[in-house]
């Protein structure tokens, strides 16, 4: 066996004076087809930095932190909402679609940050939210004072309730966060009266999309965002702006038919048509869908020539080689067959972290993990697992979306007590659903600073483990063997060996609880199996745990390697 070379860098700094590959300002117009292979970070702006100190970050925060991210190598930003909002989830209730809310700045602020971005080489994606509004947006105010049949109920799905005297809810359809999907209202006489639809929280009605009224303010929202220099928007709940006619009810089970409230066909002609509206400005602009279709194959109807440029692929959540090979051909296959990139992602604002999800199966997380969570593995047991994924995810061809402190190696924060939880899941439910609070905690950034460096005082919206001193950035910079390090190292050769733009070919010969497959000129292996696995002959690149690489001829248990044969 040849000899192994490590070629990770060395620590990382924020005067960039490091050897790897970034991006920089002729980027932004020198690639049109960017989207393709991007390295995007996801900033869920509430949790990213404080720059003011209230607890909350903001715009102020990300601008101020854009060259740590420059540093890591990212293609592209994507924000979580940052719009004028109640807060009751988290920005995705949003009241006005073309302002920012006073927590996070203002449009000054937001042009700022472009600016910043775009000048270090950086695209930036915002989320737009079609599906429903908040229920203190002007326009469902105004529905609320307004007659059954009315012009401003016509915006949102207002029905009649069943029963004797309208006092059961039109249908059977149950909220994604817990509980009914119908409330009713109190008519401005004083009577009970219609119910409105909000497949999420009650403080979140859906927009009503056979309205063209709804169509025509979207196109102005989308205008207002792209004349003010963004690059692009990731979709929030894709899938489900177009209801069944009728409203029928469901029941889960009875056939293979999808919700009646996911996928129907006429979605596909509101998204062409923003398309449309996109391909009139300069610079490759994009729209990324979360469109959680399942199988797999009907996902590949977003991302049609004509339709949206990505589509969310989230099958690395799990630890099975086998399962996992699977889930990967299928995503390569169904989206190589409309000629559109995998976006691949393990994890977001939505989701556990993958410190901590894989070390659990699907059925033993499902509800989230917290206090009342038995058997949680310590962090030096559950992180090699996260960094493996990490560099499986960054050998795959196609775009890669790194959420926030995934890159830090942070894990779910599970022992946020009942008392300082915000999300309405957790409450809709009563507490059986832990929700996503433990992925949103605000990350660290200096471990002896205020906060762990994410504002200038101690507040913080939702309280931070003490495991987050450990595992700041500064503290991981000096360190070559940090994950950081491990994912700027990751990040510069997937663009340095043409990963991104690569295809895939598995390799025979492994056992069935490795992955091992070729990509450009990299032979990847990940053991997601019990025992070590022989090497083959070549120049390691880079390897999820730290090892002396010139004497390393076995991958050990949940590790990942590349190797230049």
């Not at 995007?40 to 060259?67: E, W």
């Not at 994924?389 to 779910?412: F, I, R, V």
């Amino acid at each position: 066996m040849t000899s192994r070379t490590r070629t990770a860098p060395a620590p990382a700094h924020e005067s960039g004076d490091l050897p790897v590959s970034r991006p920089d300002a002729s980027t932004v117009v020198a690639n049109p087809d960017w989207w393709r292979t991007a390295a995007i970070y996801q900033i869920y702006p509430r949790s990213f930095a404080d720059a003011n100190g209230d607890g909350m970050g903001d715009l102020a925060g990300v601008t101020a932190r854009l060259g740590a991210l420059q540093d890591l190598g990212i293609d592209a930003i994507w924000l979580s909402p940052f719009y004028t909002s109640p807060q009751k989830d988290g920005g995705y209730d949003v009241a006005d679609y073309c302002d920012v809310d006073p927590l996070f700045g203002t449009l000054t602020d937001f042009d700022a940050m472009v600016a910043e971005a775009h000048a270090r080489g950086i695209r930036v994606i915002v989320d737009i939210v079609p599906n429903h509004s908040s229920d203190a947006h002007p326009w469902f105010q105004a529905a609320l004072t307004s007659a059954p049949g009315s012009a401003e109920r016509g915006r949102y799905l207002f029905r009649e309730g069943r029963g004797t005297a309208g006092e059961l809810p039109p249908n059977n359809w149950a909220s994604f966060f817990g509980g009914p999907a119908w409330t009713r209202v109190v008519e401005p006489d004083g009577t009970p009266g219609q119910w409105y639809l909000h497949l999420f929280d009650s403080s979140q009605p859906d927009f009503d999309w056979t309205n063209e009224e709804v169509h025509d303010e979207f196109r102005r929202i989308l205008r207002f965002w792209l004349d003010r220099g963004v690059d692009g928007f990731r979709v929030d709940v894709a899938s489900s702006l177009v209801k069944a006619e009728g409203l029928p009810d469901y029941h889960p089970g009875d056939d293979d038919e999808m919700p009646p409230y996911e996928g129907r066909a006429a979605v596909h002609d509101i998204f062409r048509d923003w398309r449309r509206l996109l391909d009139e400005y300069p610079g490759e602009r994009i729209l990324a869908a979360e469109a959680w279709i399942k199988p797999l194959a009907r996902r590949a109807d977003w991302v049609r020539h004509d339709e949206m440029h990505q589509a969310f692929n989230d099958v690395l959540n799990f630890w099975d080689a086998s399962a996992l090979r699977a889930s990967i051909d299928g995503a390569l296959t169904a989206f190589g067959s409309v000629g559109a990139p995998t976006a691949w992602v393990a994890s977001n604002h939505d989701g556990i972290r993958t410190v901590t999800t894989l070390m659990f199966t699907p059925a033993e997380r499902a509800g989230g993990v917290g206090p009342r969570t038995t058997g949680i593995p310590s962090y030096d047991q559950s992180i090699p697992r996260a960094r493996a994924m990490a560099m499986l995810m960054l050998a795959l061809p196609g775009s890669a979306y790194l959420y926030q402190g995934e890159e830090l190696g942070l894990p779910e924060a599970t022992d946020i007590p009942d008392a300082a939880r915000q999300d309405p899941t957790f409450f809709r439910t009563e507490g059986e659903q832990y929700g996503r609070d433990g992925c949103r905690v605000p990350i660290p950034w200096e471990s002896a600073s205020p906060s762990y460096g994410f504002g200038t005082t101690d507040a913080s919206w939702l309280p931070q483990p003490e495991i987050w001193g450990r595992l700041a950035r500064d503290r991981q910079q000096a360190d070559p063997d940090s994950t950081l390090n491990l994912y700027r190292a990751a990040i510069a050769l997937r663009r340095e060996r043409g990963l991104d733009a690569g295809e895939l070919e598995w390799l025979p010969g492994y056992a069935a609880d490795v992955l091992a497959f070729r990509n450009a000129d990299v032979t990847v292996l990940i053991n997601t199996g019990a025992e070590p696995v022989p090497l083959p002959a070549g120049e390691v690149l880079l390897t999820s745990t730290p090892h002396d690489l010139t004497a390393l001829t076995t991958l050990a248990p949940d590790t990942a390697v590349w190797i230049h044969a």
